[in-house]
């Protein structure tokens, strides 16, 4: 399965998220999301636990947000998470067909970028590389968009 399939799923876990959120586990986590080059489709973020998850493109939750907000290339969004470890990965699917678009050889044609790490050479890092802690009532984390 690969992480733009993995978009397209939906089921339990986003139930089970949306419930702790709802009942006040989670915590505020404020991304800010910049580099973004057009205005046309939207923002996936895929939410990955460990290097497993992510080595595997399993996430354990998926959001999507419309860029209606976005201001100069900058768009900001927040997420409840519960306490823990995460590593966002996000895709900007400006076609909007909910995954990321690659070209022959598989270099992505639309914009990708992770949780405070800015990717600037060709392979895929890991998750080390980007994961950060939800332990406090709001986090914030940044992510700037590459674009190939």
Do not use: W
């Given at each position: 399965?690969?992480i733009?399939?993995?978009?397209?799923?939906?089921?339990f876990?986003?139930?089970?998220?949306?419930?702790?959120?709802?009942?006040?586990?989670?915590?505020?986590?404020?991304?800010?999301?910049?580099?973004?080059?057009?205005?046309?489709?939207?923002?996936?973020?895929?939410v990955?636990?460990?290097?497993?998850?992510?080595?595997?493109?399993?996430?354990?939750?998926?959001?999507?947000?419309?860029?209606?907000?976005?201001?100069?290339?900058?768009?900001k969004?927040?997420?409840?998470?519960?306490?823990?470890?995460?590593?966002?990965?996000?895709?900007?699917?400006?076609?909007?067909?909910?995954?990321?678009?690659?070209?022959?050889?598989?270099?992505p044609?639309?914009?990708?970028?992770?949780?405070?790490?800015?990717?600037?050479?060709?392979?895929?890092?890991?998750?080390n590389?980007?994961?950060?802690?939800v332990?406090?009532?709001?986090?914030?984390?940044?992510?700037?968009?590459?674009n190939?």
């Amino acid at each position: 399965m690969t992480i733009s399939n993995a978009f397209l799923k939906t089921g339990f876990m986003t139930f089970a998220f949306s419930l702790s959120a709802f009942l006040g586990q989670a915590q505020v986590v404020n991304l800010t999301i910049s580099n973004i080059k057009s205005a046309e489709g939207q923002i996936l973020v895929g939410v990955f636990k460990d290097q497993q998850s992510f080595k595997d493109e399993k996430p354990a939750f998926r959001h999507r947000f419309p860029k209606t907000s976005l201001s100069n290339g900058v768009l900001k969004v927040h997420l409840d998470l519960p306490p823990g470890s995460y590593g966002f990965a996000l895709v900007d699917d400006e076609n909007k067909n909910g995954k990321l678009d690659k070209n022959m050889i598989g270099i992505p044609k639309e914009g990708i970028g992770f949780s405070n790490f800015y990717l600037s050479g060709m392979s895929k890092p890991s998750f080390n590389d980007f994961k950060f802690e939800v332990k406090s009532p709001s986090v914030t984390v940044q992510c700037k968009i590459r674009n190939f």
